[in-house]
């Protein structure tokens, strides 16, 4: 189940010691309004554009298998282009993109930080990405990823916290 492995993720990654907001103690969870904005802005102005002309680039590349999509060449190369120089671009726009909003500096947090969310970005996108580009229509991919980068940011969320 993809959604439970994201939750492990997020749930493996997430510091006990920096919540706040817990909610096995009694106390209530309360909301960060500013977090909350800077993943709204993140997904409406960097994931969501980039992901529409990426995939676009993608398919006009890699016109999409109409055969036995699932063992097709043509899905495994776009699925290694998306692991391997995708997913590292997309992961340092988020922290390019978050950290100034945070107050971080991006450097020290891209040295601690970038390894282990790479990682976990591949246990999450890796079988979602495989999914969409295996049995999604083109047209229908971009919100497949939408839908998935809102799980993600979830996780994102928690581990950089």
Known sequence: DLSGQAIQICMYNHDTDNDNSSSSNGTTMSL???RTL?????????????????YDWLDRCFPPATTAPLC?????TK????????????????????DPLQGRAVLPH???DFGSTLYANWKLWFPSTLI???FCPPAWRVLYCNVVFFVWSICLSIMLK
């Open 72 to 76: 097709h060449r043509i899905t495994w």
């Open 132 to 134: 969409n580009l295996a």
């Open 32 to 34: 960060d309004w500013y």
């Open 110 to 112: 891209l040295q601690r």
């Open 38 to 54: 800077c993943f709204i802005l993140l997904g409406l102005l960097v994931q969501a554009p980039l992901t529409h002309y990426y």
């Open 79 to 98: 699925l290694a282009i998306d692991q391997l120089c995708w997913a590292p671009t997309i992961t340092l726009a988020v922290f390019l993109f978050l």
